[in-house]
């Protein structure tokens, strides 16, 4: 149990264009959505955390006009990137748990790599 | 502030040979604690997790991982490690104020035939 996918696994795009990167929980409800930027060889660093049904919370440095995150569902969330640039390249990681004001396990999605032309 | 300190970036050992890989952290309420797994271009797999109770924790593919408070350490280990265990290796701390999980840099393992 506790899946998450990630659609798509990779994408190549043209600078100035929009990407958009879907992560869904397929068999749980998933209150809170994370998602992460990773680096070649780093570390994951938090973006931002959504909720259902409401704004999400970016966290500091990250552009929120540049990285629009949608959290229509409770089984679905969406990373825009908008006009891509090549400094946009990286791996993008999110995850899903079901949040209910305690601790829990975040369950991860494969990641998406994506590459700016 | 709350981190977590992998302090081996990379690590390498024998196929058998035992293996332990280091997480400290930093956090001044009860910890809660995970080890994750990734290997190349994927995302991340649980391994084991640390709540509460028993300091000694189980896990999957054979790893454990041993809380000590007194040494604000949440150490991972396996016995024997197999030429599938090489990946990298990720601790973290849930911080519960700002609800988000804080990741350490990441042990690179590497396991020599």
């Known amino acids: 149990g506790a899946v998450v996918s990630q659609h798509p696994s990779r994408v190549i795009c043209k600078s100035g264009t929009s990407v958009k990167i879907e992560c869904r929980s397929l068999d749980f409800q998933a209150t809170t959505m994370f998602w992460y930027r990773q680096f070649p060889k780093q570390s994951l660093m938090l973006m931002a955390t959504s909720n259902e049904g409401s704004k999400a919370t970016y966290e500091q440095g990250v552009e929120k006009d540049k990285f629009l995150i949608n959290h229509a569902s409770l089984t679905l969330s969406t990373l825009t990137v908008t006009s891509a640039h090549p400094e946009d390249s990286s791996f993008y990681i999110c995850?899903?748990?079901?949040?209910?004001?305690?601790?829990?396990?975040?369950?991860f999605g494969p990641g998406t790599r994506l590459t700016v032309l | 502030a709350q981190s977590v300190t992998q302090p081996d970036i990379h690590i390498t050992v024998s196929e058998g040979a035992s293996l332990e890989l280091r997480c400290n952290y930093s956090?001044?309420?009860?910890?809660?604690l995970f080890w994750y797994v990734q290997s190349p271009g994927q995302g991340l797999q649980l391994l084991l997790k640390?709540?509460?109770?028993?300091?000694l924790v189980q896990g999957i593919k054979g790893f454990e991982a041993e809380f000590k408070r007194s040494q604000s350490s949440f150490n991972l280990r396996k016995p024997s490690v197999h030429w599938s265990d090489a990946a990298e290796y990720f601790c973290?701390?849930?911080?519960?104020?700002?609800?988000?999980?804080?990741f350490g840099q990441g042990t690179r393992l590497t396991i020599n035939p």
């Open positions: 640390y709540f509460s109770g028993d300091t």
């Open positions: 973290a701390v849930f911080i519960q104020g700002a609800q988000k999980l804080v």
């Open positions: 995850s899903a748990n079901t949040w209910a004001g305690g601790p829990d396990t975040q369950y």
């Open positions: 956090y001044g309420a009860t910890p809660y």
